[in-house]
Antibody, heavy 124, light 110 residues
Framework: QVQLQESGPGLVKPSETLSLTCTVS????????????WGWIRQPPGKGLEWIAS???????YHNPSLKSRDTISVDTSRNQYFLRLSSVTAADTAVYYC??????????????WGQGTQVTVSS | QSVLTQPPSVSGAPGQRVTISCTGS?????????VHWYQHLPGTAPKLLIF???NRPSGVPDRFSASKSGTSASLAITGLQAEDEADYFC??????????FGGGTKLTVL
């Protein structure tokens, strides 16, 4: 059974870059399954979930346009980890950040497995 | 402002039935994209409850059911139990190939 675990600094200063790691176990990120994507989602305090971005093993990526290209996803298949970098952060980026495995198919997508989430606070 | 609209809260007594609505638009739910539902207890990983509008993953009790029509979807929980108290989110997809979520509904079991 696939498991995901987020990690990263809990506190980031405004205007700096937020960096998070998702460590995956029980399944290889590099496995050839066109339906599987790997994503990042966040939940600001008192608000709903917001999708950030997703990528597949063959390098295809999708991003939430509302983040205005501040986000970057990368992967280290040797460590079975993937990463999120979010630049020029503000207080509005304060949230619990989740990584999750996503099934994409013709009529949409859904997240099958999630990490526990990691709190990130943007503050000086 | 979430793309999909859900009521902020619903409540019900043990044993009762509650429903949670999820309303989208012609560019997401109404564009024939499937709706999925998650149960979320604060501090834990969200749990997939319903996928593909009506399908339950193995292990999810049949007390949970869902439907979709037009630009809206609905989650129903029958035989309400104390352990069902949680936040519930709907999720779909839009024409720009983006994932969209509802704002979440807090279910209180009275």
């Amino acid at each position: 059974q696939v498991q995901l675990q987020e990690s990263g600094p809990g506190l980031v200063k405004p205007s700096e870059t937020l960096s998070l790691t998702c460590t995956v176990s029980g399944y290889s990120i590099n496995s050839v399954n066109s339906a599987y994507y790997w994503g990042w989602i966040r939940q600001p305090p008192g608000k709903g979930l917001e999708w950030i971005a997703s990528f597949s093993h063959n390098g295809r990526t999708y991003h939430n346009p509302s983040l205005k290209s501040r986000d970057t996803i990368s992967v280290d298949t040797s460590r079975n980890q993937y990463f999120l970098r979010l630049s020029s952060v503000t207080a509005a980026d304060t949230a619990v950040y989740y990584c999750a495995r996503e099934n994409r198919y013709g009529s949409g997508s859904y997240f099958v497995s999630w990490g526990q989430g990691t709190q990130v606070t943007v503050s000086s | 402002q979430s793309v999909l609209t859900q009521p902020p809260s619903v409540s019900g007594a043990p044993g009762q039935r509650v429903t949670i609505s999820c309303t989208g638009s012609s560019s997401d739910v109404g564009a024939a994209y499937d709706v999925h539902w998650y149960q979320h207890l604060p501090g834990t990983a969200p749990k997939l409850l319903i996928f593909g509008n009506t399908n339950r993953p193995s292990g999810v009790p049949d007390r949970f059911s869902a439907s979709k029509s037009g630009t809206s979807a609905s989650l129903a929980i029958t035989g309400l139990q104390a352990e069902d108290e949680a936040d519930y989110f709907c999720q779909s997809y839009d024409n720009s190939l983006s994932v969209v979520f509802g704002g979440g509904t807090k279910l209180t079991v009275l």
